[in-house]
Nanobody, 126 residues
Framework: QVQLVESGGDSVQAGGSLRLSCAAS????????MAWFRQRPGEKREGIAR????????YYADSVKGRFTISQDYAKNMVYLQMNSLKPEDTAMYYC???????????????????WGQGTQVTVSS
């Protein structure tokens, strides 16, 4: 059973940066697709970044491409989301998620993922 715990959410001004962290444990298989989703009030959860746990391939939603970067620290079993040039529309609850297998190149719905963290709130003010 994979456990995921996010941290790093905060309130920042537009144009600022934040780094979200996801501590992962309980891996049983050789490869997982690690992802970050976000959910604004009243909206569906949106996948914004994902990468394979073996380091091969990372994919981004158009809304964050060029501003957000997903990365991993294999020694610490950590997954990060570096968020730069933040906008008010980035305000959301951010979730770390995982599933067994390689990430698809096309966007994946939240239903594909069976491991989730509790979420961390990011608020961007104008």
């Amino acid at each position: 059973q994979v456990q995921l715990v996010e941290s790093g959410g905060d309130s920042v001004q537009a144009g600022g940066s934040l780094r979200l962290s996801c501590a992962a444990s309980g891996y049983r298989y050789s490869n997982y697709c690690m992802a970050w989703f976000r959910q604004r009030p009243g909206e569906k959860r949106e996948g914004i970044a994902r990468m394979n746990s073996d380091g091969g391939g990372s994919y981004y939603a158009d809304s964050v491409k060029g501003r957000f970067t997903i990365s991993q620290d294999y020694a610490k079993n950590m997954v990060y989301l570096q968020m730069n040039s933040l906008k008010p529309e980035d305000t959301a609850m951010y979730y770390c998620a995982a599933r067994v297998g390689y990430c698809y190149r096309v966007s994946e719905p939240q239903e594909n993922y069976n491991y989730w963290g509790q979420g961390t709130q990011v608020t961007v003010s104008s």
